[in-house]
């Protein structure tokens, strides 16, 4: 089948061809990630950019390594490649997105559901952690036209450029990408794509398929460096090509330039609009450069004092000068300034960029926590009561997009006020997290907080994630993932806007911190993905020892629990007759709620693995936690 498609392409040769060269190619890098190494920094991008621009245009200097024969045919493809400076609705840009998304962790046609920008005007280009399986892929102009959403090229960040985490061998790929992009097919024949049939590399029939470029010889393929190798017919193959697997790649050949001008002069799938003079003009490629906005990040947003940090300008286009005011009495006029805090507390940070004529500033407000020295003893106990945002309390919110965390007042699990997230635009993340706190005189500690969440639709994909760190926010470990059918707390979806009721709210248990994250160093963060679902509701945090977690009074021999570790079955004795007992795992999973218990009456885990669990006793208004050993 594929034999009988491939004469077809030739038909691209039909479309007259461009009459001035270079072509220039706007683009557009989109970088989903999870706060992981896939982040590449802007430099590691442009860089990217630039070397995928010297392999086409012929300028990499390894170039003097092709091998004797097919140095007469090593091409010039006169393809360029830009980062647009104009975004589609017109407005200013640097060329590259950021969205925060799990979509990273396959890197299938799914991250382009993210975000897409018009295919007829940019290559839009996905940096990722884990390509589906693959280095990078990208679908060949005949597959890509009727399937506009999914064009483009997905691309794992460890092989983009031959900066930062990538090198030079690894670079070849995002050219080997683009190469399908623009219609050329790997030098034995075929594509590797997702949900696309894709031609094995190293079979000896593939002899008898080939890329449809003449001056290519027939070749099997290869995954390794053999330029020596004569896989078909004992002709050399050209195993330095750019569409080969070998990673030692030098070259496209003439034949496949005229492939690629073809397609380029197509409108199959738009290519031959995004060359075109009035798309330079479109995506701000058509003039000089203008200073026209102030941009900036940092390493990380949470630090302690004397940690060093660094500031990374994002200014677009063409600043020489920077003015930055960090807070806590910092500031610098380096591009991308190092430095540490020597005291606590969460600072404003400003960027003043210029070009010598014009100026452009930006302040992100609360941009950057300082933790203290020590962290606050438990209890931590917050209800929102007292404060009409978040200023008022001790968390810190990270946001992506437009909105964030706020106090609302109406709905709560208790009181009047609880947390709100607006939830934005599917893919976004949020975070919240708690004032540096000292578990070193908790043994048993507990997190007890309250929810309120709905589905809009049942294909919603939010997530909630309650994770802890003990480094001033390195590093993360999760502790609970709320998800899927578990997260919404109403059954069914609901349309409109949704205010949680009081039956609307659920209670959820953490217990599984591990004894190394007793320190005086602990964060604990809600950490939220967008989906498509309603606003979150948070209420009624605590972050307590198990054993003194009873509301709303203090009833620390209200209940006992007996026999302790328990074997078979346990009993509940206390002041009460009866009393409701629920079972948690010490992840805050419910595994059974027993309704109504008597006091004596044997309460069976026979059929539990040994380890630890959580008991939740109640009566009315009153409740306590008891941890409960199961041993065989």
């Not at 010039?76 to 840009?93: H, I, S």
């Not at 806007?497 to 963060?525: A, H, K, R």
């Not at 302790?564 to 629920?582: I, R, W």
């Amino acid at each position: 089948m594929l034999r009988a498609i491939l004469p077809l392409l030739g038909l691209f040769a039909a479309f007259g061809l461009h009459a001035q060269t270079p072509y220039r190619i706007p683009v557009v890098v989109h970088v989903i990630h999870l706060d992981g190494p896939e982040n590449i920094s802007d430099a590691q991008i442009r860089n990217g950019i630039e070397i995928l621009t010297r392999n086409y245009r012929k300028q990499n200097p390894d170039t003097v390594e092709i091998v004797t024969s097919f140095q007469p045919i090593a091409a010039d493809m006169e393809v360029e490649f830009e980062l647009a400076r104009l975004d589609p609705d017109g407005n200013c840009t640097s060329g590259i997105n950021r969205i925060r998304s799990a979509f990273t962790t396959t890197g299938t046609h799914n991250v382009k559901s993210l975000i897409h920008w018009p295919r007829e005007k940019y290559l839009n280009i996905y940096i990722v952690r884990n390509a589906a399986g693959l280095a990078g892929h990208a679908l060949m102009p005949f597959q890509a036209d009727s399937i506009p959403a999914k064009d483009g090229i997905v691309v794992q960040g460890s092989y983009f450029g031959n900066t930062g985490t990538s090198n030079d061998l690894r670079s070849v790929v995002l050219s080997h990408e683009l190469g399908h992009y623009l219609n050329l097919y790997h030098i034995w024949g075929g594509n590797n794509v997702p949900e696309f049939y894709y031609l094995p590399v190293g079979q000896q029939d593939n002899c008898d398929i080939g890329d449809e470029v003449d001056d290519t010889p027939e070749t099997v393929g290869w995954s390794n460096c053999n330029l020596n190798g004569t896989s078909c017919d004992g002709e050399l193959d050209n195993v330095q090509n750019f569409m080969d697997y070998a990673y030692c790649a030098r070259m496209f050949t003439e034949g496949q330039k005229q492939r690629v001008h073809a397609a380029l002069n197509s409108p199959l799938a738009q290519r031959n609009n995004l060359w075109t003079g009035a798309n330079l003009s479109a995506t701000g490629l058509g003039s000089a450069p203008v200073l026209c906005a102030a941009d900036f990040n940092a390493t990380r947003r949470t630090v302690c004092t004397t940690e060093t940090l660094q500031f990374f300008d994002g200014s677009y286009h063409g600043a020489t000068e920077w003015s930055w005011q960090l807070g806590g009495g910092q500031s610098s006029t380096q591009q991308n300034p190092g430095l540490s805090y020597s005291t606590s507390g969460i600072f404003d940070v400003t960027l003043t960029a210029s070009n010598g004529s014009d100026q452009v500033s930006l302040t992100k407000t609360r941009f950057m926590r300082v933790l203290p020295a020590t962290g606050q003893l438990l209890p931590y106990m917050e209800g929102f009561e007292a404060a009409n945002d978040l200023t008022g309390t001790q968390l810190f919110e990270e946001c992506e997009g437009s909105t964030c965390f706020s106090v609302a007042e109406g709905p709560a699990a208790t009181g009047v006020r609880s947390m709100r997230l607006e939830n934005g635009a599917s893919g976004l993340r949020y975070a919240v997290s708690t004032p540096r706190l000292d578990m070193t005189q908790t043994p048993n500690p507990v997190l007890r907080f309250r929810y309120a969440f709905a589905q809009r639709d049942t294909a919603n994909t939010d997530q909630l994630l309650v994770r802890i760190s003990r480094d001033c926010g390195r590093t993360w470990l999760v502790r609970r993932t709320l998800a899927g059918a578990e997260l919404p707390t109403v059954s069914g979806t609901v349309g409109g806007t949704f205010v949680p009721g009081d039956e609307d709210w659920t209670e959820v248990l953490v217990s599984n911190i591990p004894p190394g994250y007793q320190t005086n160093n602990v964060l604990i963060q809600f950490e939220f993905f967008s989906g498509g679902g309603h606003d979150l509701y948070i209420d009624d945090i605590n972050i307590v020892d198990v054993d003194a977690l009873n509301v709303p009074e203090q009833l620390s021999d209200a209940w006992s629990i007996h026999p302790n570790p328990a074997t078979e079955s346990f009993y509940v004795e206390g002041h009460f007759t009866q009393q409701n007992v629920e079972l948690f795992t010490l992840e805050g999973r419910s595994l059974r709620s027993l309704g109504r218990v008597r006091a004596g009456q044997a309460i069976p885990v026979g059929d539990l693995p040994a380890g630890v669990y959580l008991v939740r006793i109640s009566s009315g208004s009153l409740f306590a936690m008891r941890r409960l050993v199961v041993t065989r």
